[in-house]
């Protein structure tokens, strides 16, 4: 019997592996999704943040595939990304049989598909829909991981991309999963997001990145963070010799760091070079010191800062 693998993107956050196991959980509780076997899978490693909830919530990691775990016959759901550049490498256009997204769209399939997509901030209020629809209520530990990735991905309901559906779902969540007290849960979660010491240089700046395809191949990182200012101290010239090292390695033409302080609502670009510099300087406005541009509180990557530097490349 084939399987039906549920995937989130590569370099997985915790809206992606939670939305996939959610998503494992509503396919099996109701058979009118006819999806065979459907299981939950990742295609790299945890996240600090997740591989903390995981622990605190004393649950099992998704099993971690690549393509030669998967039949031919085997179909797949991709869920919390669309576009190939953030999908499993190697894996057929053909498997794919269901998109449940929250990202701009870039698919052009030679097949029709099933497509969920909604404008809300977190592809786990999207999950939390469909349950509802179908009449399927999440159980605690689910519910509490529901939770905590809408809230990582709306940085506490404080992002640019939050929806009222969000905070409404959240609330909902909350009482499922008898967590009292949001916000202190959201700072529970920036903290171990904020959680880098594990981490060298080179895996700080890869540790929530987006390759994009514009008009020049352009990587965007995101360190979302409660200390922001020892980020863009102490840190910043190691930081910036270890972008230069990623940037040759990744193979792109441009490279950013958006070092996002989720207190204070407040986001520093780090600069690569002279090229990113006049970039950021058009998209943003200001005038960089130091290879630092002060974007103010912009906060969401996906909303605010990618298509400000995509508009740019566009002129
Ligand atoms: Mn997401």
């Known amino acids: 019997m084939p399987t039906t693998y549920i995937i989130g993107h590569k370099k997985p956050d915790t809206d992606s592996v939670v939305a996939a196991m959610a998503l494992q959980y509503l396919y099996q509780q109701r058979d009118c999704f006819e999806y065979e076997q459907p299981r939950a899978a990742i295609v790299d490693p945890l996240n600090p943040e997740t591989s903390y909830l995981f622990d605190k919530f004393e649950v099992e990691t998704p099993q971690l595939i690549t393509t030669s775990d998967m039949g031919s016959d085997d179909q797949v759901v991709l869920v919390d990304h669309n576009e190939a550049s953030q999908r499993l490498g190697g894996l057929s256009e053909d498997q794919i049989v269901d998109v449940i997204d929250h990202h701009k769209v870039n698919l052009n399939l030679s097949k029709p598909i099933y497509m969920t997509f909604k404008t809300w901030g977190s592809s786990c209020t999207i999950v939390y829909h469909l349950m509802k629809q179908n009449d399927v209520v999440p159980d605690q530990k689910l519910a509490s991981l529901m939770l905590a990735a809408i809230l990582s991905d709306t940085v506490g309901f404080k992002g640019a991309t939050t929806d009222e559906t969000d905070k409404k779902y959240g609330q909902e969540l909350a009482e499922i999963a008898q967590i009292n007290n949001i916000d202190a849960f959201a700072l529970e979660i920036f903290k171990a997001k904020s959680d880098i010491s594990a981490l060298n240089n080179k895996e700080i700046v890869q540790n929530d ?99 400000a530097i995509e508009e740019v490349l566009k002129r």
Not at 269 to 276: F, I, P, V, Y
């Open 209 to 307: 990145y987006k390759i994009y395809e514009f008009s020049q191949k352009t990587f965007i990182s995101q360190l979302e963070t409660v200390e922001q200012e020892s980020l863009v101290t102490t840190k910043k010239d190691e930081l910036l010799a270890a972008m230069l090292e990623v940037k040759k390695q990744q193979s792109v033409e441009l490279l950013f760091v958006a070092v996002t302080d989720v207190l204070k609502v407040s986001t520093k670009l780090l600069l690569a070079g002279e090229e990113e510099i006049a970039i950021a300087q058009a998209a943003f406005g200001g005038t960089a010191i130091d290879n630092i541009l002060d974007i103010g509180p912009k906060m969401s990557r996906k909303k605010e800062i990618a298509p």
